[in-house]
């Protein structure tokens, strides 16, 4: 017994060492094994980020992208000078025209608004025209005017206002209307007061204003392609928003045909501006024949109003207009805006 004694210490402190040793062993796999793990998620993380940045076939799967189908919004102003311009054309009338095949070729056109798609226009134009029971000839208009605008590469809308009833037509007050109703619309930098039956032959007759009021009309078929009479400013004429303001825009009391555009001149000349023309050569019209309209009579007091307008111009026109809206129709080709100007004896 005696004898064992030290031997048996010596194998208990050898467990002891060797128990030890197992346990630090253990420690150390430990905490190697749980370095390798923080590595491991370290790396995974580091590979799993390209995914937010759209590297990955998955993540291009689900990435919404532009649509193909729409196209980019143009960046850039057209050019000064249209490159779709062609000059003079040979005008047409068939009769067997309808306003579909005139759809069908302007696409482009939404509710009688176009914008040019690959520049962006660099001036917004309304198109006025008073009408009433003249179908046949808006309908040639609006075949020849809508390509013929789209070439000048313009923003552009056309209103047609309708008279309502049978009184006597009154296109003074119809384009006054014609302007304040566009207004409500968009801010238009220029408004081009057109006849139904008069249609443009050269594109180069560009449909902008100028620094003065423009008439458009230098010569039609009708008149051997001359100026009617010195000082004539009807038919298509062009005046800026603010121009038009300024002059108090047409009197409202010319009922029945003739006088207004002589007094749109006298109030022009009175505000100390001065009329402009394109080239004879370039402002040319076919006048589509018609007969004169029923409640659209020669004005015989027109002269006597003349007399007055420099009395009167401040209190007649665009801020005493006064109508009463019976329908706006966004039609695919224009906006047509039907009205009751009422009825005052000259």
Known sequence: MGACTPVCKCLRRAKYFLLLLLSLSVLVWIRTFSGEVVKSLQVSHATAQPLAKGNS?????????????????????????????QGALNLSFEPSLKLQDVETENKGVTKGVYKPPDCIARESVAI????????????????????????????????????????TFNRAKLLNVGYLEALKDYSWDCFIFHDVDLVPENDHN???????????????????????????????TALTRDQFRQVNGFSNTYWGWGGEDDDLRIRV????????????????YTMVFHKRDAGNEVNKDRMKLLVQTSQVWRKDGLNSCSYKTLSVERKPLYVNVTVDIGWTLP
């Open 57 to 85: 076939l998955l993540d291009k799967l689900w990435t919404v992208g532009p649509d193909p189908t729409q196209a980019d919004p143009p960046q850039e102003e057209c050019p000064r000078e249209s490159p779709l311009l």
């Open 206 to 236: 560009l449909y902008v204003c100028d620094n003065q009021p423009k008439h458009l009309v230098v010569g039609r078929n009708a008149t051997g392609y001359k100026l009617r009479y010195k000082g004539y400013f009807g038919g298509v």
């Open 269 to 284: 000349k009175m505000q100390k501006m001065q009329i402009v023309r394109p080239p004879a050569d370039v402002a040319r």
């Open 128 to 167: 006025l025209i008073p009408h009433r029971s003249r179908e046949r000839h808006l309908l040639y208009l609006m075949h020849h005017l809508h390509p013929f605008l789209q070439r000048q590469q313009l923003h552009y809308a056309i209103y047609v206002i309708q008279q309502s009833g049978d009184a």
